[in-house]
T-cell receptor
Framework: EPEVTQTPSHQVTQMGQEVILRCVPISNHLYFYWYRQILGQKVEFLVSFYNNEISEKSEIFDDQFSVERPDGSNFTLKIRSTKLEDSAMYFC????????????FGPGTRLTVL | RKEVEQDPGPFNVPEGATVAFNCTYSNSASQSFFWYRQDCRKEPKLLMSVYSSGNEDGRFTAQLNRASQYISLLIRDSKLSDSATYLCVVNPFYNTDKLIFGTGTRLQVFP
């Protein structure tokens, strides 16, 4: 069964450093998402991406965040200057058709900012 | 009012029991509804979509009541492997594909 993959599984970084989280969505999917989950809290939407551009972003997704699809398979989330409060699990998701359609999640990257 | 509200539990039930979870959502324009399952420190996994007519998948039954803005999940014949957190998830508007998650209801099935 096709699945979303993410690397690395765990990233530890110093405050102020840049990190790039990588995702490979399911191959025939066209819509891509990033969510995050702070430990003990609910899953929160960050950004959606379609046709090589951001289609929607949340208030959390400020200028420190960016997304890119650098080639035909990868989808990345960059945090330019990490803060302590960026420590969370970051999930990538993809769906075939966008609205009304089911989103499938990758295993996540645990980001720890020291 | 929270966008998606769930009883956090935990629900502690014996194997073989039937258990029901409820969820309410605040936006009457919400379009799509889902139940996801999340194991500790793992990703949300889609359990089932929830359709207006209600739907069943094996031991799992989901119901939607648009008038009351209420979604339910029924699990029959609980197994130890059903122990997890069940997330009620809503797509809130017709022109967005973001998902809004509830905080989840924790289920613990004991022998």
């Amino acid at each position: 069964e096709p699945e979303v993959t993410q690397t690395p599984s765990h990233q530890v970084t110093q405050m102020g450093q840049e990190v790039i989280l990588r995702c490979v969505p399911i191959s025939n999917h066209l819509y891509f998402y990033w969510y995050r989950q702070i430990l003990g809290q609910k899953v929160e939407f960050l950004v959606s991406f379609y046709n090589n551009e951001i289609s929607e972003k949340s208030e959390i997704f400020d200028d420190q965040f960016s997304v890119e699809r650098p080639d035909g398979s990868n989808f990345t989330l960059k945090i330019r200057s990490t803060k302590l409060e960026d420590s969370a699990m970051y999930f990538c998701a993809s769906s075939e058709d966008g609205s009304y359609n089911e989103q499938f999640f990758g295993p996540g990257t645990r980001l720890t900012v020291l | 009012r929270k966008e998606v509200e769930q009883d956090p539990g935990p629900f502690n039930v014996p194997e073989g029991a039937t258990v029901a979870f409820n969820c309410t959502y605040s936006n009457s324009a919400s379009q799509s509804f889902f139940w996801y399952r999340q194991d500790c420190r793992k990703e949300p996994k889609l359990l089932m979509s929830v359709y207006s007519s209600g739907n069943e998948d094996g031991r799992f039954t989901a119901q939607l009541n648009r008038a009351s803005q209420y979604i339910s999940l029924l699990i029959r014949d609980s197994k130890l492997s059903d122990s997890a957190t069940y997330l009620c998830v809503v797509n809130p508007f017709y022109n967005t594909d973001k998902l809004i998650f509830g905080t989840g209801t924790r289920l613990q099935v004991f022998p």
